[in-house]
């Protein structure tokens, strides 16, 4: 099989079984009207309530992931890693998933997926694709949350690649959520789109300093 028909099948995949775990999950209880008598106002966000529902996908992978298709999958040991969880299939494939979230119906705005530096040393010590898991979140009137789809982007795949010098050096994406704006890439591709920004937001930062 061609690396492209490869990435295609495999992201296909995990968007298919996270799908059918967040079936599984159903509404999350967060708050009730006795308590928040106004409703959500400004908690209406997901960074409000990511970190419980985050964990709860997560937990619910590594219980279910043998009904889900996985032989095993497994939480990253540091929170400061590129990817959240490994999944490792029945015949041994491995591939890497950073989970995100984001609102229904929210603003186009860009996000940060992770360090640049900690993606290029992933890039150099594994040929296993890495994924971006976006799990998008609805607020309903009851205080429930219901997580309405989730849509699996090969991190080769952003359109909008971005490296951002003042941030940390984060790459940064709008479009990473967006299916028909992705960009099928090989991974040698992205790689070298990649080092280019890389070196680009580099430069940039240099340059602040100097000037500064």
């Known amino acids: ?20 775990l967040i079936s599984k999950i159903g509404n999350i209880p967060i708050a009730n ?16 309530v990511w970190r419980i529902i985050e964990e709860i996908i997560n937990q619910n992978l590594e219980v279910h992931a043998k009904t ?18 490994e999944f490792i299939r ?25 360090k640049a530096k900690g993606l290029r040393e992933f890039f150099s010590r594994t040929d296993a694709e890495l994924y971006v ?8 009137e009851d205080m429930t949350i219901s997580i309405v789809q989730c849509v699996v982007c090969p991190i080769s795949w ?5 490296i951002n010098p ?18 099928e890439r090989e991974k ?11 070196q680009r937001a580099l430069g940039k930062r240099k340059n602040k300093f100097i000037t500064s």
């Not at 099989?1 to 059918?20: H, S, W």
């Not at 040698?188 to 890389?198: A, Q």
């Open 133 to 140: 898991a976006t799990f998008i979140l609805r607020f309903n």
């Open 188 to 198: 040698d591709d992205f790689i070298r789109l990649f080092e280019s920004e890389y």
């Open 33 to 48: 009207k006795s308590i928040m008598p106004l409703g959500w106002r400004k908690a209406a966000k997901g960074r409000t």
């Open 90 to 114: 029945e015949g041994g494939e491995k591939a890497y998933v950073n989970i995100k979230s984001a609102v229904e119906g929210g603003r186009r705005n860009k996000d940060d997926i992770s």
């Open 158 to 162: 952003i359109p909008d690649l971005y």
């Open 68 to 85: 889900l298709g996985f032989r095993e999958v497994r939480s990253a040991e540091s929170e400061v890693d590129v990817f959240d969880m």
């Open 166 to 183: 003042s941030n940390n050096g984060n790459l940064q994406s709008a479009d990473y959520k967006c299916f028909d704006k992705f960009i």
């Open 1 to 20: 099989m061609k690396k492209l028909d490869y990435i295609r099948a495999e992201r296909k995949f995990l968007e298919d079984k996270l799908n059918l």
